[in-house]
Structure formats: structure tokens, C-alpha cells
């Protein structure tokens, strides 16, 4: 069956007139997303089939449930979305209904001495972290934006600036409320526990976190609806009100008070004939502070990185990357006083005492790289708040790699992706990106004081698409790589399609998930463009689902 | 598999085919042992018992089972407290205790690799000589699996966020009897049984493949899964550490101080222990513990302040002014010793980082058992479930100078387990009765107001689920779904 | 066809719904932390910037047509007061011409002949039967100025530095005389030479160029700009930010140079009066004992920027060339008001939470409040409850339009906040 009057008619009885829609008009603006060049490709594929034929906004978890209920009577597929800004967040089959959660948008309850909040979907990371803060708390927020959906985000997928302490998504969530395919409500933590309050994430019995997330990916809408999330909080070392300057685009935040300080490191190594050297020092920096546990902030960015997020201006990334206003790359750290000014103090000294060490150099407050990135950006890591500049280069964006795993063996892997990136490069593949950005250097995020750590490298296409097929080649080609290697952590984050190609090298875990997708979700309603299958699919048949072409 | 073993010979005969038939056993006398343990919640002989030594043995073993419908339940220590490895439905108990190896320890990446019959004392042994320690509970038994304590997730004595999990990776065997591997390892599924230098992985990665794995199987009792190896976090032994008490003459006085403590992230380990609890660990003899814990603080906040290699005795300086500080502010006064105790800051330093190693376990040590309740709350809300402890412990007749109380923050205090213990002569039946009433009874009021059993062990399944919603149900269809034959450890969580 | 002008803009949208929300530094609660006031009451992502974006691609692919759903369209084009907090908002991050992408829809609903609105054809018909929107007869333009004895620089040899230009709504509104009486007499206080253009002062058009109606925008800008020139015209000052926005932004986009290269300078008052403060010319005598917030208007804030002109083409990675310099909301006028309230004895000013660039829109502009007036109160009661979280118990503005629609907002949510014009106060501290 597919989408009817019938099946309109009882969505609009569960919502109310004014909380439905089928307009095309209306749904044409849940019919795009093209900043990645997957979405780009999807709607080349899908076309109009990636407008859904109903958007529908519940109010409650009741009508979520509901609605979920009425999808499996008529067997309609349903897709659960935040704020919607990936492409799993699109219809792949004409025929299908999104749920908007803009309804449900409550703060249900910030708890300041128990350090958690429990949110609805539509919740912004921004509004959390506003609110935490006045009680000298914070929320992570994401690459993606404080502007995307919290719960989402860490029901998800979802890394953060100050990953160094805070995990990503996973290591956020604490307890959830999910209704799940066949429109049962089940929850989970302390949350399930009538009276037991909303602060814990495990049990009772097995932790059901497990079950709804997966590697740095959940089930990507296949697994039902998630409908409240309590996650944690953070102590906080900066101020009550978020500290600006200037007005919109010029506008910046550059100290966070008296108890932070940012400090930029750099090695001194020919940039990028010496990029190994730079990275493996980097490494070791990082492996120093944690074996320390000192800091709130340990990243080492890439030129991408340092370009895209202090750039005002399309016009101005590029005239700063044509003038080099970072010759290399950085290790940017921040050093929160959560304890004291003397614990803030004594960090200091062990930073530096460090940074000897292991032979690098503070970049002085003078020199262009500080003021572009300390001056204008730094803070951004904390909230994010221009966060799809990550994408003005080009007005387009791909990570070309990523990976998980020990810091070591992330520097190994950069390495390693970027020599395939440039490889391609060479046969042409790449050849109109924004060079050379898109093919040096690497995101390394070292995560709960660099017990593990992930990366990206990022190219960037424009949105044309034969550039985006290239990146997506680009990506198979990496990861095709890192298979050879033995060393593709980043396949364990499986969605879809990628279950069947590396579910039988991974233990056959393909055959469990699938296994847990017939059970509950036994009319494969839920997403079914990107959760896993109920059954394995040839490359036909999952090219028929993801709307023809290839994935 | 539509061939049925009638008879226990039949099993032993395939076991045998499996592992040595030196390892298998089937005397009524020594499948005893692994009929009860020390919480004595039920009795249940299993029919056969295989000491395994290696994971392929098990997961033989598993696909024997599962083959002919036979319950399978694994068990790494050699003691149990919460039935948790007891056979309710028979059938073959997996004894992983002798899976001795410790595989690996990583120092860059601070982890180590160990097999399921490791305890705390020889992983803390083999860490030390390379600076390190495992992130343990507070006080285990000597006996007590690493692997197994890890993976029912009892609380770390270390409270800080980023060794809360401490799982990396696990090797396990499916219910159908296939290997699987989780995180890291799944790619490089090799690296147990033989460890190279140089790993394609670091084995840093916990998440997937696929789910959390990391998260979905711990809890589980070993429903879901056999883990037979781990990759855990691990952390540097400090160069300096110092104890630090508070002491409170009742638990509301202690709330407000010890959240700020945490807030403040002082003290890689903090707890509170009430005077019977801390007594029972500082009385060199059993006998002391009254008159030990008479002069002791009704309740005591311990904060270990510790150093590692940068300035330590900076570090220490700040630590010790912020404590003053938070003194000053709740006119509170900070001790470096106990009174009236002499060395108790010496005993408890040792006793952080190992097992109980002073003759019967300590909380036995009193009255020769004990029966304990422990949930998660918050701190804010633990005096009121103090309170309706003592309420029912007064009801019948338990008196509630013995009632030992530990408080174990979690997430730099995000929550805190809370354990009440109630030591009694498990020779007396009239004791044992009233403990087991005692138990439920206060177990279904902590529950109905609010406290959160995570654990789930033996009558706690039925009192949680049946007030959780659609929750069980769930787990039993993820559990269906991976065991359809339920043939691992049935009759646990309800399954 | 309009559309063509901003297909890259439009069709390049990242969906990262930054034109949702406030400033995402700058948000400091859940409560408000919304910025697009026509996705707030429309709720469907059609009614924000991003949705509009898809709409607009959607119509140049052929996706949509304008047949089959002109109603629809014409409701989300126009149930908007073309604030530009969503545009301010995505120029952060990107180099999209959002505001360029909302008045092309509307330019290109015109040119179909399916915009304006009825309501916004009455607005423009009474500009063309009587120089203003209220269709108010042309002589009783000036009433406000009797016996004030202002020149009128309309009047042969007539001349004065300063060209005073009241705007219809001043002019005819009842009881908002006060605010160009007011400002009339501080001029004349701080000696400044000045005049006005009596009955013969023309609607800016402003109006018709935010509805989409460019041919009557360009007849009424003509108007004016040869009015402008015959007498001489170096500084226009008014109160309107709808009309200072116009004369400066919208009559040099209209004439294709920038607002620098215009023949006139323009100030909004408080620019104005602020230039004198500084001078001493203006002095404060009494203290105003007031516990105010100030509501940023869009058209002085984040739209009324001075205006650079471009033309060029996208080229490689979506750069402009020559490379454009785009009004992103930076050199809005948000200063000038704030130091005029801070140098007035008494005034306790507090802010609320969305100012400046990220400020909320009252919900007036655009022709928003004449034909989808609900959608204009509900916004204004929005405005009221953020003003009201801050204590204070007067919103001060120096807009009309904002002024009588926060003033409807009150009246409908039975909120006791006063509203006032910053003119006034002034005023009240020289006497």
C-alpha cells in the first residue's frame, strides 16, 4: 500500500488540520538537502520521489505513537527527522510521510545539581546551552551547528569541539523515550523507572542505548522515533551569558572569562612536505595531556578547519587561503579552570612544560594565525555558531575519510587517506575541487583525554553533480582502502546498504541487525532508505530502493 | 536439529569431543558448588560443568547447545553473590575461571586485554609493574572475574566521566554459537588469539559494528551473549595520592558539601561509607568492628586527592586549598586521618586499588553474610531512601546500628550508587527469613518511591519490569531475536 | 523573469537552518530563541528563508508552477515582513542573497500578475491618487506642522540645510503628530536649519518595492529623486526608518550605484540627533524616570545598511565577479538610539534578548500587517512578552509602523506595557 486520502485523513485526525500538510507547495521545502554531496546525488535519483507526500508535525508522544500505528495499518514509510539537515532525513520512495518535530519543543527539565537535561526533538543545542549555562553548566555542540537538533544529534550521530572530555553523541545520551516502529513506546535508563528521576543512561538490565545507537550512527531513522532524551551536562568554567563582540558576520567571541584560555600549538615542520612529522608530533602532544588529564579543549585542525570557521566571508576564506594565513596546520587547546584559577594555573604550566617537550611552539598573539582563529573562532568550538562555513569554500562539502581509533593510528590514517585522495587526484578525480584544501591534512579529535580518537579529512566539491560523484568515489575509494589495511574502524559505523557490503567481513552482524529490523519493525516503514534492510539486497535491489542509481 | 540427547551421558559424550574430558564434569559433588552462592537466592545443580580454556571451546560448546536446546550459563568467578551464574533451568555451566591470560596491556592507549577468569588481584598485579591499574570497584572479592565485574557494570571506585565505560573492545560467542567481535576488533577479528606487535587496530574503538554493543550486552547476565575476552580502559598509578575526610553526623548534612566536592572534580576517588561499613573495613579483627565504629563519624565523605608526573606536589596544593575553600564555605573540617582510628587513611589507600585480601570478605566479616540492596539515585534523594531503609530494618526487628551504607558517586556525581547492606548469621533460619523478607520488602519500597535498580538480579527482574512499561518486552524481543532457542542463562531479567 | 537574478542563491541553500534562530552565540534561553517570525506562526519549514529557497528552485525546475498553486505561494511569500533576520542570519555562514531570494518572489508574483495582495493594491493606488498610503488628501499632509512655523522647502527660493522628511505615517496617523512635532522643535532648539516639504511631500514608495510592485516603486522613486534635486536636497533626516531605509537603500539599488554616490546624505533622526547630542548641541535639563527596552526596527537595523552596488556573475566555487559586497547587517544603525537613551537623565534601560542584527521583528513590514494582520499581532505579542521578561515597562522604538503595531499587540494581549517613540522622551528631557 502506499500513501491515501485514507491514510491523510487519519493522520489528520491525530494532529488537527493545522499540523498537516500534503501541499506541495509546502512539502517541496522538505524535498532538498544538497550541502553533501550524497543529498546532491539523492535528488538527482530520487527527483520529485524525495518530496514526501505529507509532512505532519505530533505534538506529543501519544501522536507520535499514533501516527506510527496508522503508518502500519497503511503501510506507508514514515521518517523521523530533528532538524533535518542530513540526507537520511529525506524521502528515497514517492509515498512517504515526514514527521516535523517542531511541536515538540519543551525543555522538560534542566536538573543543575544532578548535571542533565531532558529534552524534545526540536530542542537547538543553542537553546540547551543557553539555559545550562546560567546554572555554570554546558551542553557539547556539534560541527553541525548549535542550530540542529540536540536530540537528534545524540540519538544519532554527533562529535563535538570539546570532544577532548565530553565522548561524542554516545557518551551524551543518558536516557530516551522511544516509539518504536510498530508504534510501541519503550523507555529506557532511569526514565523507564516511574519516580526514578531522568539522570541515568544504563538499565534496567541491558542498556538500550546499545540497541538504538551504533558506532558514531544509530539507525538513522530505521528504528523508530526518538521522542525525549535526558543527556548530560557539563561544568562549565566560562560565563553565564555567551561573550560577543561586533554585530552578525563580524561578529566574534574571543574569551570565555578569567577561569579559560585557548592556546594555539605548532611544530616546526615544512608545511606540507613534512606533514607526517607535524601530525606525529601532534600525537604526541596529545597523548602527553591525557596521560596529564589536563584540559577542555585538545584538537588538532587542519587548514579546512581553521579557514572555513574564521572566514567572515566566502570572498575572505579564499583570500586567506590564497595568502596563507596558516601555513600549516594547528593543535588548538583550551585550558578550563573548573576546579580554580590555581588549577587553571597549574595546567598552564604542565601545557607548557609539555609543549617543550614534545618541541612545539605557543603561536604568539601577534602572528596572523592567532588573531584570525583565537580572535575571531576559537570560542566557536564551544558553541558553534557558524558552523556551515564549514562549507562556503565551495558551497558544497564531503568528509573524504574518517576513522576511530587510537590517536596513533588516526595520524597513520590521515596519512593514509590523504595519499588516496591525492592519488586520485592525479587520474583527475578531484581535479575541480577547492584545491589544495581538499586534499591535505585532517581533523583530529581525540576523545575522553585521547583513550580513543577520530578524525576526518574533508574534501570540497561544488554541487555539481559529476564533482559529487567524485567525492562520493573519493569516499568508497578511502574506505575501500582502509579494508585493505585491515584498519576500517570507520566500516563498523554502518547505515543501509553498507550493512549488506560489510556485514559478512564484521562477524555477519548484518544478519543481526537485520534480525532486529523484521522484529520490530515488520512492515519496514521506518526510513526504509537508509535503515538497514529486513533481508540482504543485491545492488539492484537496493539501487531500486534508494531511488535508481547507485549509493 | 531435530536429534534429542536423553540422556547426560549423551552430552558429556559430545562434550568430551569438544575439550578434554578432564574438563568436563558431571559429580554431583563438585556440580554443587555452582549451585548457589554466597546471596543463597536459589539452588539449582547444573547437569554438567566444562572448564573452558579458550574461546573456540566455548563457542563449540554454544553450538552444541543451541543444537539441542540445551541452557547454557557462563560463568568467569569462582564466587558469585546475586545468583547471577546459577543454572536455574540446568543444563551446562561454562567455567571460564581458568582463562587466565592476561593478553596485553597498551600503555600509550591505557588499556589491558584479559580473558574472562582474571580477577582484580592478578590484573592489578601484572598492571603494576607498568605503572598502571585497572579501574576496579571498590573492594571486591579476591575471586571476582574482572570480566564479568566489568560487564554487570558494578560502579568504579574512580567516579570521573571518561572511566565510567570502561569497555573497548569484547570477543564473544553469539547464542547461536558465532564469534563475533565488538568495536575495533570486529575488523580485526585476529588479534585475541594472537597478538602481533603491530595491530591493523588499536583496538580503541568500542562502538558497532552495527549497535553499541559495548552497551547492549553489558547488564545482559549472559543472555545475549558469552564474552570470553575485554579490552578495558586503564589509568596511571599516581605518584602521590592523599586521603582526605569529611565527617557528618547525619547524610543530609553530608548532601550539599559532597555535591560540591564533585562539582569541583577533587578526588579521583570519593565515596561515603557510614561508621558500620568503614568499620567493617578498618577493624583488623571482626571483633573490633563496634567499638570501631562507635568512635568513628556517623557518615564519612573520603576524597583521594592524587598526583601523577607533572609538579605533583603543585597539583596537590591546589587540590588541598579548593578542599579548604569548600571547608570554609560549609564550615565543614577536612581531616587527613580519622580519629580515634590510627593508619585508617594507610588501610583505606591500600584498599582502593585491591581486592579484599584480609581473610573473609569484609562485608561478611560481621555476622558471616550479608544480603545487600543497591540502586542508583541521586544524591539529593538519598537520605529519604535512608530513611525508608531504617523504617522497614526497624520493622522487623533488623537492628539499624548494623545496616551498612556506601555511597559511590558515578559521572563526577551525576548519580551515585547506594548500597545498604544488612550482615546476618547465614546459619541461623530464623535470620535468613527475616533478611529475605526484609530484602524484598524493602526492596519493592525503594523501588515504588523512586530508587533505580539497574542490576537486575534474581526478584529485582520482576519488581522492576513489572513497573517499566513496555521495556521488558522489549529486551525479551531483542533477546528472541538473538537466542530464539533461549538457551543462554534462561530465567534471567525474566527471560 | 525575477527568479533567474538568484537561482544560484537559492538552489545553493545548505538546509543547516541557521536562518531559523537567533544568533546562535547571542541566544540566552529556550524561550526566545527563534528569529523568523513567519516559520514561527506558519510552522512548516515552507514559511523560512530555507523553505522559501526550495520553493524558489522548485519554480525554476518546473517542480512547481505558479497555476496550480498560486494561493498557496502567494501566502508564503507574503506572510512575511521581509525582516531579513533569516538573511542576516545565513550571511554569517554563507554568501547567499536570502532577501534578494524573498523580494524576488514577490517582484516575480507581480510580474505574473498574481501579487501584490488586494490589500497591498489599495496602499499603492492611494500612493497614486494621493502621494501617501492612507489616502489622506495631500493638503492636510502637513497639519502636523501648523502654526510651528517650519519652512517648507517646496516653496520657491525656499532653502535650508536639511530636508526634514516626515513620511505618511506620521503625517496622517492620528496621534503620532507628536512625534514630528517633536522632532521639529528639538531641530529648532539645537538650531539646526531645516525644512520640510509640506503638502507636497511624496511617499517614499518603499512599500512598493517590499511588496514586489517595481514599477510603481520606480514611478514614486522618480518622484521624489527629481523633487530631491530641484531643491537642492544635501541631507534628508527622518524618523521613518521605512523611508530612510528607502531613500538610501532602495532609490541607489534603483538607480544601480551605491548609497555613497548618492546626491543626498540621509540620516534617520537618532543618527541625527545623536551628531548633536555629541556637538552639545542638544542638552537634557530634566530626568526621565523610566524603565524602558528598546525595540530595534528592522529597516534602521539590520536593513538599514548603506547600500553597495554589484554586478557580476557567480564563477568558480560560487565566488562573485568582481567580488561582491554584500549587506550582511554589520553597520545597521543600533548605536545611535542606545546613546541617545544613555545620555538622557533617569532612563533605566534594559535590553531584551534578541537586539541588533538578531533582533525579532514587530511583524509590521513587508505588507504583513495589512493583509495577513493576524500574523502581524501574533508577532507583535511575541515582541511584548520579550519585552516584558525584562521588567521594563515601556518598549521604545523610532518606527511608526512598529510603534502602532506593538501598540495593537498590547491592546490584544492585554499586556499593561506602554509603548513610545525615542522622539518623545528626548523632547520630554530638554523641556
Same mark, same amino acid.
Given at each position: ?172 545520551? !543518558? ?36 540497541? !538504538? ?26 560565563? =553565564? ?106 595546567? $598552564? ?17 601577534? $602572528? ?97 553533480? =559529476? ?38 567481513? !564484521? ?33 539492484? $535491489? ?10 | ?38 546471596? #543463597? ?88 609493574? #607498568? ?27 574512580? #567516579? ?20 563475533? #567481535? ?93 561508621? *558500620? ?154 535470620? *535468613? ?46 533477546? *528472541? ?15 | ?41 506558519? &510552522? ?43 538573511? @542576516?542570519?545565513? +550571511? ?5 542573497? @536570502? ?96 525644512? @520640510?516639504?509640506?503638502?507636497? /511631500? ?31 536636497? &544635501? ?31 540621509? &540620516? ?17 535639563? &530634566? ?28 564563477? +568558480? ?22 546613546? @541617545? ?11 531584551? /534578548? ?78
Amino acid at each position: 500500500m502506499a500513501f491515501t486520502d485514507f491514510s491523510y485523513s487519519a493522520l489528520q485526525d491525530i494532529v488537527g488540520d493545522e499540523n498537516i500538510t500534503n501541499d506541495p507547495v509546502l512539502c517541496q521545502a522538505y524535498s532538498r538537502v544538497q550541502w553533501l554531496p550524497h543529498g546532491v546525488m539523492q535528488r538527482e535519483r530520487c527527483g520529485l520521489n524525495m518530496r514526501p507526500a505529507c509532512v505532519v508535525m505530533p505534538g506529543s508522544t501519544e501522536e507520535v505513537q499514533s501516527i506510527v500505528k496508522v503508518a502500519n495499518r497503511y503501510k506507508f514509510p514514515f521518517i523521523p527527522r530533528g532538524s533535518g539537515f542530513t540526507f537520511h532525513a529525506f524521502p528515497t520512495q514517492g509515498g512517504t510521510v515526514i514527521l516535523d518535530p517542531k511541536r515538540m519543543n519543551r525543555i522538560i527539565e534542566l536538573n543543575e545539581k544532578d548535571m542533565y537535561a531532558v529534552i524534545e526533538p526540536y530542542v537547538a543545542f543553542a537553546q540547551i546551552f543557553a539555559e545550562a549555562q546560567r546554572y555554570g553548566l554546558y551542553v557539547p555542540t556539534p560541527l553541525a551547528g548549535s542550530q540542529v537538533s540536540c536530540l537528534a544529534n545524540f540519538a544519532w550521530h554527533g562529535a563535538y569541539g570539546n570532544s577532548w572530555i565530553t565522548g561524542i553523541g554516545a557518551q551524551n545520551l !543518558l536516557g530516551f523515550e522511544l516509539v518504536l516502529p510498530d508504534g510501541e513506546v519503550v523507555r529506557s535508563g532511569s526514565m523507564a523507572c516511574p519516580d526514578a528521576g531522568n539522570f541515568w543512561n544504563d538499565g534496567p538490565g541491558p542498556d538500550l542505548r546499545g540497541f !538504538l545507537r551504533g558506532g558514531m550512527f544509530g539507525h538513522a531513522g530505521g528504528m523508530g522515533i526518538v521522542t525525549k532524551i535526558s543527556c548530560k551536562l557539563w561544568q562549565f568554567a566560562g560565563p =553565564e551569558v555567551f561573550p560577543t563582540e561586533g554585530n552578525a558576520n563580524m561578529k566574534f567571541s574571543s574569551s570565555l572569562g578569567d577561569l579559560w584560555r585557548w592556546y594555539m600549538i605548532k611544530f616546526p615542520f615544512k608545511y606540507p612536505e613534512e606533514e607526517e612529522q607535524e601530525l606525529k608530533k601532534s600525537a604526541e602532544l596529545f597523548y602527553e595531556m591525557g596521560k596529564a588529564e589536563i584540559g577542555e579543549v585538545a584538537t588538532h585542525l587542519a587548514q579546512q578547519f581553521l579557514l572555513t570557521y574564521s572566514s567572515v566571508t566566502k570572498q575572505d576564506l579564499h583570500d586567506n587561503m590564497n595568502n596563507n594565513v596558516f601555513p600549516q596546520s594547528y593543535c588548538v587547546v583550551a585550558l578550563a579552570g573548573k576546579t580554580s584559577l590555581e588549577q587553571l594555573e597549574y595546567e $598552564e604550566k604542565v601545557l607548557k612544560a609539555i609543549v617543550k617537550k614534545v618541541g612545539g611552539v605557543f603561536v604568539e598573539e601577534d $602572528e596572523p594565525a592567532y588573531k584570525v582563529w583565537i580572535k575571531r573562532a576559537a570560542n566557536e568550538w564551544i558553541r558553534f555558531g557558524n558552523a556551515q562555513r564549514l562549507a562556503r569554500p565551495s558551497d558544497n562539502f564531503s568528509i573524504g575519510s574518517s576513522n576511530v581509533d587510537s590517536i596513533d593510528k588516526i595520524v597513520y590514517e590521515i596519512l593514509a587517506s590523504n595519499k588516496v585522495e591525492k592519488d586520485a587526484l592525479e587520474e583527475g578525480i578531484g581535479k575541480d575541487f577547492v584545491q589544495p584544501l581538499s586534499i591535505h591534512g585532517g581533523w583530529i579529535s581525540p576523545q575522553e583525554y585521547g583513550y580513543w580518537c577520530l578524525h576526518t579529512t574533508d574534501v570540497f566539491p561544488e554541487q555539481d553533480p =559529476e564533482q559529487c560523484n567524485q567525492a562520493i568515489e573519493i569516499i568508497g575509494r578511502v574506505g575501500k582502502s582502509q579494508f585493505q589495511r585491515k584498519s576500517a574502524a570507520e566500516a563498523i559505523h554502518m547505515l543501509g546498504p553498507a550493512y549488506d557490503m560489510f556485514g559478512p567481513m !564484521l562477524g555477519d552482524v548484518h544478519l543481526y541487525v537485520k534480525a532486529l529490523k523484521r522484529e520490530f519493525d515488520p512492515n519496514n516503514i521506518s526510513n526504509p532508505g537508509f535503515a538497514t534492510t529486513p533481508d540482504v539486497l543485491s545492488d539492484e $535491489e537496493y539501487r531500486k530502493l534508494m531511488g535508481g542509481g547507485g549509493h | 536439529m531435530t536429534e534429542v540427547l536423553s540422556t547426560i551421558e549423551e552430552l558429556t559424550g559430545k562434550l568430551e569431543k569438544v575439550v578434554d574430558s578432564t574438563r568436563v564434569f558431571t559429580d554431583p559433588e563438585f556440580l554443587e558448588g555452582y549451585a548457589s552462592d554466597t546471596s #543463597h537466592s536459589c539452588n539449582k545443580k547444573p547437569d554438567v560443568v566444562v572448564k573452558v580454556l579458550s574461546t573456540g571451546e566455548v563457542q563449540k560448546i554454544v553450538k552444541l547447545a543451541n543444537d539441542y536446546k540445551i541452557p547454557v550459563t557462563p560463568r568467569s568467578s569462582a564466587t558469585g553473590f546475586y545468583g547471577a551464574a546459577i543454572p536455574e533451568q540446568g543444563g551446562i555451566v561454562i567455567d571460564m575461571s581458568s582463562m587466565k591470560n592476561i593478553r596485553r596491556i597498551d600503555t600509550r592507549n591505557k588499556w589491558v586485554m584479559f580473558e574472562a577468569g582474571v580477577t582484580y588481584g592478578e590484573l592489578q598485579e601484572e598492571l603494576a609493574k #607498568h605503572g598502571f591499574r585497572a579501574i576496579n570497584p571498590f573492594l571486591p572479592h579476591k575471586d571476582k572475574s574482572a570480566l564479568t565485574s566489568t560487564l554487570e557494570r558494578e560502579p568504579r571506585i574512580v #567516579h570521573k566521566h571518561h572511566l565510567d565505560e570502561t569497555i573497548l573492545t569484547m570477543e564473544m560467542v553469539m547464542p547461536d554459537g558465532n564469534l563475533f #567481535h565488538t568495536g575495533s576488533m570486529a575488523i580485526s577479528p585476529q588479534a585475541p588469539e594472537t597478538i602481533p606487535d603491530e595491530l591493523p587496530s588499536d583496538l580503541c574503538n568500542f562502538h558497532g559494528p552495527g549497535i553499541d554493543w559495548f552497551r547492549l550486552i553489558p547488564g545482559s547476565l549472559g543472555t545475549l551473549g558469552i564474552v570470553t575476552v575485554m579490552n578495558v580502559k586503564i589509568a596511571l598509578i599516581p605518584e602521590k595520592q592523599k586521603m582526605m575526610f569529611f565527617g557528618f553526623d547525619s547524610l543530609e548534612e553530608s548532601v550539599e558539601p559532597f555535591y560540591y566536592i564533585l562539582r569541583k572534580l577533587l578526588g579521583d576517588e570519593c565515596l561515603l561509607l557510614n561508621s *558500620r561499613y568503614l568499620a567493617t573495613i578498618l577493624a583488623s579483627d571482626p571483633e573490633e568492628i563496634d567499638s570501631i565504629s562507635a568512635v568513628l563519624p556517623s557518615y564519612t565523605v573520603i576524597v583521594n586527592l592524587t598526583a601523577g608526573e607533572w609538579f605533583p606536589e603543585e597539583k596537590m596544593a591546589y587540590q588541598e586549598k579548593a578542599i579548604r575553600d569548600i571547608s570554609r564555605t560549609f564550615f565543614i573540617k577536612p581531616m587527613e586521618s580519622l580519629p580515634n582510628v590510627p593508619d585508617a587513611e594507610k588501610v583505606l589507600a591500600r584498599h582502593l586499588l585491591q581486592p579484599w585480601d584480609n581473610g573473609t570478605y569484609w562485608k561478611f566479616r560481621a555476622e558471616g553474610a550479608s544480603r545487600e540492596i543497591f540502586f542508583l539515585t541521586q544524591l539529593q534523594r538519598a537520605p529519604e531512601f535512608l530513611q525508608i531503609v531504617n523504617t522497614i530494618a526497624a520493622e522487623s526487628g533488623y537492628p539499624l546500628s548494623d545496616i551498612g551504607l556506601y555511597l559511590q558517586p558515578k559521572q563526577n556525581g551525576r548519580s551515585f550508587q547506594m548500597e545498604v547492606s544488612f550482615p546476618y548469621n547465614p546459619e541461623s533460619q530464623d535470620e *535468613r527469613e527475616m533478611i529475605d523478607a526484609l530484602y524484598r520488602e524493602a526492596s519493592e519500597q525503594l523501588i515504588n518511591k523512586g530508587a533505580f535498580f539497574y542490576r537486575i538480579y534474581g526478584p529485582w527482574a520482576e519488581m522492576v519490569y513489572s513497573r517499566t512499561g513496555n521495556l521488558h518486552e522489549t529486551l525479551k524481543r531483542i533477546k *528472541r531475536t538473538f537466542d530464539p532457542n533461549s538457551i543462554l542463562n534462561p530465567g534471567k531479567l525474566g527471560f | 523573469m525575477a527568479l533567474e537574478k538568484i537561482e544560484y542563491d537559492a538552489s545553493h541553500c545548505q538546509r543547516c537552518s541557521t536562518c531559523k534562530w537567533s544568533h546562535l552565540w547571542e541566544i540566552k534561553s529556550h524561550r526566545f530563541a527563534r528569529n523568523c517570525p513567519s516559520l514561527v506562526y506558519g &510552522k512548516f519549514d515552507a514559511y523560512a528563508a530555507q523553505g522559501k529557497n526550495d520553493i524558489t528552485t522548485g519554480l525554476l525546475k518546473g517542480e512547481l508552477t505558479w497555476e496550480e498553486n498560486k494561493d498557496i505561494l502567494l501566502e508564503v511569500i507574503y506572510r512575511c515582513p521581509v525582516c531579513a533576520a533569516c538573511d @542576516i542570519s545565513c +550571511k554569517r555562514v554563507m554568501d547567499l542573497d @536570502i532577501i534578494g531570494v524573498l523580494d524576488a518572489l514577490r517582484e516575480e508574483a507581480c510580474e505574473r500578475g498574481y501579487g501584490p495582495l488586494p490589500a497591498h493594491k489599495e496602499f499603492i493606488q492611494s500612493i497614486m491618487n494621493y502621494d501617501n498610503v492612507w489616502k489622506q488628501p495631500r493638503t492636510r499632509r502637513a497639519n502636523w506642522a501648523r502654526k510651528m512655523g517650519i519652512k517648507d522647502l517646496s516653496k520657491a527660493g525656499a532653502r535650508a540645510d536639511v530636508l526634514y522628511y516626515v513620511g505618511c505615517t506620521y503625517a496622517y496617523k492620528p496621534g503620532m503628530d507628536t512625534v514630528p512635532q517633536n522632532t521639529a522643535a528639538i531641530l529648532k532648539e539645537a538650531g539646526v536649519d531645516f525644512g @520640510i516639504l509640506g503638502a507636497k /511631500e511624496v511617499c517614499c514608495g518603499g512599500i512598493a518595492d517590499n511588496i514586489g510592485d517595481k514599477k510603481s516603486f520606480e514611478k514614486i522613486a522618480e518622484k521624489n529623486l527629481k523633487m530631491f534635486e530641484e531643491i537642492g536636497v &544635501k541631507t534628508i533626516v527622518t524618523n521613518c526608518p521605512g523611508c530612510f531605509m528607502t531613500f538610501s537603500e532602495k532609490y541607489a539599488k534603483m538607480q544601480k550605484i551605491d548609497t555613497t554616490a548618492l546626491p543626498y546624505k540621509v &540620516k534617520h533622526t537618532t543618527q541625527f540627533l545623536e551628531e548633536l547630542i555629541q556637538d552639545n548641541k542638544i542638552k537634557f535639563k &530634566k530626568p526621565v524616570n523610566m524603565h524602558i527596552t528598546w525595540h530595534d526596527p528592522c529597516h534602521l537595523g539590520r536593513r538599514g545598511e548603506p547600500y553597495k552596488h554589484w554586478e557580476g556573475k557567480r564563477v +568558480k566555487f560560487g565566488l562573485t565577479e568582481p567580488p561582491r559586497e554584500m549587506n550582511r547587517g554589520v553597520n545597521g544603525v543600533y548605536e545611535a538610539p542606545r546613546n @541617545i537613551l544613555k545620555a538622557i537623565p533617569g532612563i533605566k534601560l534594559v535590553e531584551m /534578548e534578541r537586539i541588533k542584527d538578531y533582533a525579532w521583528c514587530c511583524g509590521s513590514g513587508g505588507g504583513a500587517k495589512s493583509a495577513y494582520p493576524d500574523f502581524a499581532l501574533a508577532t507583535a505579542k511575541e515582541r511584548i512578552e520579550e519585552a516584558e521578561a525584562t521588567g521594563a515597562g515601556t518598549i521604545i522604538t523610532a518606527c511608526p509602523w512598529c510603534e502602532a503595531n506593538l501598540t495593537d499587540g498590547i491592546d490584544a494581549s492585554g499586556s499593561k506595557m506602554k509603548v513610545g517613540d525615542i522622539l518623545d522622551l528626548v523632547r520630554q528631557a530638554m523641556e
